[in-house]
C-alpha cells in the first residue's frame, strides 16, 4: 500500500533498498520493513513491476511464477521449478511438467491411466514401444 510523503522523520530523504537512490516522489512503498519506489518493486528474475502482491526469499521480491519456480516443487523430469500455473502429471509420488511425462523411446506424452513401464524413478516407456522391445539396455 503506497504510503504519503518520501521523508524521513527528520526531514531528509529516505534511500529506496532497490536502487539505494533518494526517495523523492509523493508515494512510496513500504515492502519488507523497507522504503521503495514504486516502480523499483520489480521481480528479481523477469523484472516484472509488483503492483499488488509478491513474494520474497532472501531480501529479494519475486512474482509468484518466479518464486516457485525457484522455491517451489521441482519437475522430476528436468529439475526446474514447478509454478502454479504450470499443468502437471503424477507418478509414483514424483511431479512432472506435462512436456517432460514423456517414452523415453519415442517421446510421446504419456497420459492419465495409461498403461507404462518404468525405467527408473524417472523414466518411462509407453506399453507399445516395450512390447516392440524398444526398450534402451543399461
Known sequence: MPTYGGRGEAGGAMACAGCEKPIL?????HVLERAWHASCVR???CRAPLADKCYSRDN??????????RYGTKCSGCGHGISPSD???KAREKVFHLNCFTC????KQLSTGE???VLDDNKFICKEDYLAGKAPTH
Request: one cysteine or more; hydrophobic letters at 45%; glycine letters at 0%.
Open 43 to 45: 521481480c528479481a528474475d
Open 87 to 89: 499443468l502437471v502429471r
Open 104 to 107: 523415453l523411446v519415442c517421446r
Open 25 to 29: 516522489d509523493k508515494f512510496l512503498l
Open 60 to 69: 529479494k521480491l519475486f512474482c509468484r511464477n518466479d518464486f516457485f519456480r
Open 115 to 117: 498403461e507404462l513401464y
